[in-house]
């Protein structure tokens, strides 16, 4: 099904995957190759028990280089509107810049971006970044840096497997600054296990003191196959009380409004409302986007599907996009907005979730959801059980 | 066929002790069937059967052996269920025989069962081949376990024939026992019909099948019956033996075994223990021991979640067409809905009947807590049978209470003497006595409340003796006792599902179990679920299900909103396996899991 949107120009926000990392994390679940894992794998070439053989960073620009093009042959006549880019990982910031700088080159050529500023973001991790890098990231365009700080508590980082220390991220963020990034989200995780209040206090403190644009704030999620999840169930480690998670969850919440920032997404804050992130909101409201690199998701013309590993090709019924944007929506500081909902879907709300409905107005009673004439939105209540209500919807 | 070559006799055993591998190997020896052939018409038929290590249903044949005399004698094998649970039936097909085959195996001995169902044979004048088994094995000890038998049974066992049916070695030893020592039938064969009814089956194209011992007199195609217990009178339309499969005969007369057919819709109208005569020459008295089979457990049965009414009643229908002990009649539950009162002559055969609804008509049930009958005798004086905890009547108008109490024989090595006691006293048994027994065993003799032994005892018994512990028990009588009924209220409201009557000493205990248990299996909800045990109005136990506090995809990046999606979907498909109370869901699994509750 074709979402159209009333104008002949359709926008488009495109993701690249970059699946390398310095080491890998333990807690990550998103497919990437830690170098280490690249040299063991590259000295023992001849080795067929290697049947997957690594993928080298020369091998991975070359299928991306070709896939923009294919892509943008397929895309042709659809005479998308490219607004957004979003470089993640993986670790974009290991990749050597210049080839940032040729697969934005290969994607303006491929499409047409939006007159003015296009939104193009770029994860990097402490470390990974120095002066020479960032300014040739400027220079290429980009606009928006995510650095994935995650913790302050050296204790903590060590737990995750980061490859940096607390002391890193300051140093990074203040050359960000110094090479002109005025639009810097910062990451930071919560709810690990043996993390106090006064640790995460601690880190909220110094994420603050920086004062980033736009702030995303995780709760720990254990990922079937990562390192973790294997650590946790040979018991090596107690999950964090949910009480705690949430003590910490609203702790966040709290603290954040105080200093002005707005909570647009369940995870997800920003100083003005034009400093969101507009390519995740993207991933709320059914708008297109198209992934490029390995596993990458995209969502065009009504059909959703992920590149390899995860392959996967699922054509979007009425009532999958219907499900799909409530959920989402839901996800998002306004909520559904059922007005949108209506353009969108092309038939109203209430005619399509009839039952649903009568469930969201329980919820609402029991102070989980908020519903006006136009929007149905989770409270600062209703976000910790979340799942309970957006799976209703599937 | 002239009497005297008619060998009319059953196979008693433990578990396990072989039974059915050597009634294999008997029919194999007779030269009857050929090997392949067999092996539907004798092994166990169910699934379950074979699963479970039990004869749930009778099978009986007849073979043709050329004996050392040279005379060709009939055999009329009848198989004998071999659990506690069907103990009546038991002893009506030991009724149909002269003899009876003892298998015991050599590595392990005489065991409780073998034990009562040598007295059922006993008390019906069976004269016992007693043969051991297993003597392939190297831990075979035959000569210790003759010992054992000539102690505990009271029988020679000196000239028992070593077999193993495994193997086939010693088959022919003990088929000529069988000729030797087993008496030939004496009845008259032209006496006044006299029959005993030890099986039915239901067979779609004939109705009912009546499995039958003629004591006295003769039975053609044609002839009038009268079931003297039913009084219902029959044309027959066809007799025969089963050789193995049904072969009709022009007559079944005194001393055979056989069936009848009769165009009867239903096995409960052919009870076993009933006496067939001829409605026009009928004999005075009918045979002795004719009982109608109490049922001795209850419980609901219930659709699932989104399963039919209709289908379940069906195949209740279906279930006890072929099985007259088992009752079942509608009633309501105010949680379950509407479902059925069911009732089973043991834990085991609720068991039964539960999983063949499940394995065989693919339906979802639930099951509510069995419980025994109570008696429960009015200010009035007045007496009701209680089968569901939720009709008892108001304590205000109950004099008081009695229960069925057993007489339980229990056999353990004696190493585990200690722990069964306890068990015992857990369960409010009353030792009557204990006896050492030879190959270092001991039989405790216990009478205990039957609501003791139904839930789990058998299990626990089991376990806590690494499986050696064997169990027989009957009924004996009602005895005032001090029973409460206890309610489970969850979120504050009463689930009748889950009501049990139980000892008052016991229902603390009992109740804090139930408690603790369901908060192990009921899922956390959006609000706190206080779960309470009571007793009238008096809460005795109570727990929490604590709310959600966390139930958010807190990362959702990248744009992968299908794999949000599966996990979403996850979560949901759990809880179609959940059965709706009020607000609280509550998994199919919990009504089983708070009988479970032995914890040793």
Redesign the interface.
Known sequence: MIINSGKNERTLGI?V?VPFCLSKCKYCG?YSQAEGDEKKTLSSTGDKAVAASPLTVEAYMKSLLEDIEEYSRVYEDCNFIVDTVFF?GGTPSILPYEFIGEIIAALRKGFTFVKGQPEISIEANPKTLTADKLKAYREYGINRLSIGVQSFDNRMLEFLGRAHRAEDAAETFKLAREQGFDNINLDLMFGLPNQTMNSWRDSLDKVLSLKPEHLSL????LEEGTELFRMFENGEFAQLS??L??DMYHYALERLNKEGYDHYE??NWALRKDLRCRH?L??WDLSE?L?LGPS????VNGV?F?EEPGF?Y?ENSLEDNA??LA??AL?TGEGIDRQLFCERIGVSFEDVFPDIMKRLEEHAR?G?LEIDDRFIRLTEKG??????I??L?? | MDQKFIRNFSIIAHIDHGKSTLADRIIENTGLVASRDMKEQFLDNMDLERERGITIKLQTTRLVYRAKDGNEYIFNLIDTPGHVDFTYEVSRSLAACEGAVLVVDSTQGVEAQTMANVYLAINEDLEIVPCLNKIDLASSRPEEVKAEIEDMIGIDADDAPLVSAKEGTGIVDLLEAVVEKIPAPTGNPDGKLKALIFDSVYDNYKGVVIYARIYDGKLQEGDEILLMNSKKKYEVTEVGVMSPGHTPTKHLSAGDVGYIVASIKQVKDARVGDTVTLAGDPTETPLPGYKKVQSMVYCGIYPAEGEKYEGVKDALEKLQVNDAAFLFEPETSTALGFGFRCGFLGLLHMEIIVERLEREFGLAVVTTAPSVVYKVVMNDGREEMIQNPTNLPPLTEISHIEEPIVKADIMIPKDYVGTIMELCQERRGTMIHMEYVAGNRVQLHYEMPLNEVIYDFFDALKSRTRGYGSLDYEFIRYERSQLVKLDVLLNKDLVDAFSMIVHESRAYARGKFVCEKLKEIIPMH??EVPIQAAIGQKVIARTTVRA??????????????????K???K??EGKKRMRQFGKVEVPQEAFTAVLKYDNK
């Open positions: 993701y995957h998103f993640g995780y709760s720990l999620q949910d009480e998670d949430r369940i995870s995740n993207k991933y986007y992934g990458a998701a995209s969502y959703r992920s996967e699922r499900a799909e959920f989402t996800r029991c989980r976000i910790d059980t979340s799942n309970q957006m799976s919807f599937v | 959006q609000f959600y506090r966390k139930d958010v995809i807190a990362k959702c990046y990248g744009g992968d909103i299908s794999r949000k999606k996990l979403l979907e979560q949901k």
